[in-house]
């Protein structure tokens, strides 16, 4: 099938370079966004999974406010794809999920979670079921060729694609309306977390109605040679509707924690070190002294006090245990005891994070740890100690991050079940290891943060339908 057509000569960032590039030999741009040459003296970029990406296109302050106001394209996902297919691909992840796909119908999509036996999330994304036997995950590599290469399954996994395929996201009030311009087609079909062909560009490709940011969004998957062109098309059909494109400053904690999405890597770690296949497939990079290196804040500097559990994220909808899958015990044990964390927002005292900026005002010897805006680009695995009023720590803050749109600092936290009522009072303890510490005070608020209408909720029917134009 088309689906897992191989093409003789591996895509990768370094292939087709742009004859522009002659003076920039060493630079790996990523190869589904349009490269201007005259952006890269110009315009910051970020070295994201080995490839330049532009930090801002507008300004991270209107890319953020995008998603509420008009919509984004961003080309941030570099995720690897990992095909599955077989008569026994459907039993595969129902085994190893905490979902059942066995009862998955083809053209949906599902936010699939994996777990140790413990319990603790080894792995979390998006898995598509293309046909009957045919699925496609993301970010789930190469665990699952792990998995279908174990013998125990009637199944196939092709080798992981990295660049083969480009996916676009679109995120808004005004996606739909810019997506069916791009492609010129009613689009309103396409319910929450299902996904149909159309043409954009000239190109077949996939729309998707999903998205992070927590309102009305859209994926757009497609093979990567006709990239260019499809992202060209959709940013021109987006002009007249404020469209902007999505750098890695806005994309990478913004939405994440204004959405209340937990993002791996960056509000938590993945507990691949418990998988024993896994541990065993990447050696030393698994190992809890490696991952050490990663941890950074007040919390904690064991990397295993990081793991979390779905149900420490409210995923409690995305746990089917009518089906055996591994860490089905525990989370059942869990549930049944209750005695695990709660996700919530907090709200961060403005007067003490300005003292905190101010402390490099004063001259003091020993300035706080630096707060950057809109929140720390490398410190992707930290997490804060979390107080109550006796000084008990009662969890972690994860994802500090300011919210333009709010006007506000806020962070996800896991905590203790009995301080989730809003209002709470709580102290964040602010500063590394080694750091001088500042006591910030912090409110329980509202979880996700973001009150506009979510995608799932969001009725398209109050969007006009595209109507296409009469040509002679």
């Known amino acids: 099938m088309k689906t897992y057509e191989l093409q003789e000569e591996t895509q990768h960032m370094t292939t087709e370079r742009n004859d522009s590039m002659q003076d920039h030999p060493d630079v790996m741009l990523h190869p589904a966004i349009p490269y201007d040459p005259d952006d890269m003296e110009s315009s910051p970029y970020q070295m994201r999974r080995g490839l330049l990406t532009r930090e801002s296109f507008s300004g991270w302050e209107k890319e953020t406010l995008s998603w509420k106001y008009s919509a984004y394209i961003g080309a941030n996902l570099t995720m690897p794809i990992q095909y599955l297919r077989g008569p026994e691909a459907a039993k595969l992840l129902a085994d190893h999920c905490t979902s059942d796909f066995t009862t998955m119908k083809p053209g949906r999509a599902r936010h699939a979670i994996m777990c140790s036996e413990k319990g603790n999330i080894i792995r979390n994304g998006v898995i598509l079921r293309t046909s009957e036997e045919e699925f496609q995950c993301y970010t789930f590599a190469p665990l699952i060729e792990i998995l279908a290469n174990s013998g125990k399954y009637n199944v196939e996994a092709m080798p992981t694609a990295v660049f083969r395929d480009f996916i676009f996201q679109i995120g808004g009030p005004k996606s739909l309306e810019i997506l069916e311009h791009a492609a010129r087609e009613d689009l309103h079909d396409i319910k929450f977390m299902a996904f149909r062909s159309t043409m954009i560009a000239g190109h077949k490709v996939r729309i998707l109605r999903m998205g992070m940011a927590g309102t009305l969004g859209y994926e757009v998957h497609g093979p990567l040679e006709c990239a260019h062109d499809v992202h060209g098309r959709i940013f021109e059909a987006g002009r007249e509707f404020g469209i902007e494109r999505l750098g890695s400053i806005a994309y990478q904690l913004c939405n994440h924690t204004e959405n209340g999405f937990p993002q791996t890597g960056h509000h938590f770690m993945t507990a691949e070190a418990e998988h024993p296949e896994y541990a065993r497939y990447m050696g030393s990079a698994c190992s809890i002294e490696t991952l050490k290196k990663q941890v950074s804040g007040s919390y904690t500097e064991n990397p295993e006090d990081l793991y979390r559990t779905p149900l420490e994220f409210g995923w409690d909808n ?134 506009l209408v979510r995608n799932e909720k969001f009725d398209v029917e109050t969007i006009p339908h595209y109507k296409r134009q009469a040509t002679n």
């Not at 950057?372 to 009662?394: E, S």
């Not at 709010?406 to 964040?428: D, F, Q």
């Open 318 to 451: 995305m746990i089917s245990f009518k089906h055996d899958f591994l860490g089905k015990e525990a989370l059942q044990r869990m549930k049944e005891e209750g005695k695990y964390k709660r996700v919530v927002s907090l709200e961060w005292n403005e007067e003490d994070i300005l003292d905190v900026i101010a402390s490099f005002f004063r001259g003091d010897e020993h300035p706080y740890k630096l707060m950057g805006f809109p929140h720390d680009r490398k410190a992707t695995r930290n997490a804060d100690r979390v107080l109550d009023k006796n000084g008990r720590i009662i969890g972690a803050a994860l994802g500090r991050v300011y919210t333009l749109y709010y006007r506000k600092m806020i962070s996800l936290a896991v905590i203790e079940p009995e301080y989730t009522e809003l209002g709470t009072e709580v102290t964040v303890v602010w500063g590394n290891k080694n750091d001088r510490k500042k006591n910030i005070r912090a409110t329980v608020a509202r979880f996700p943060y973001l009150d």
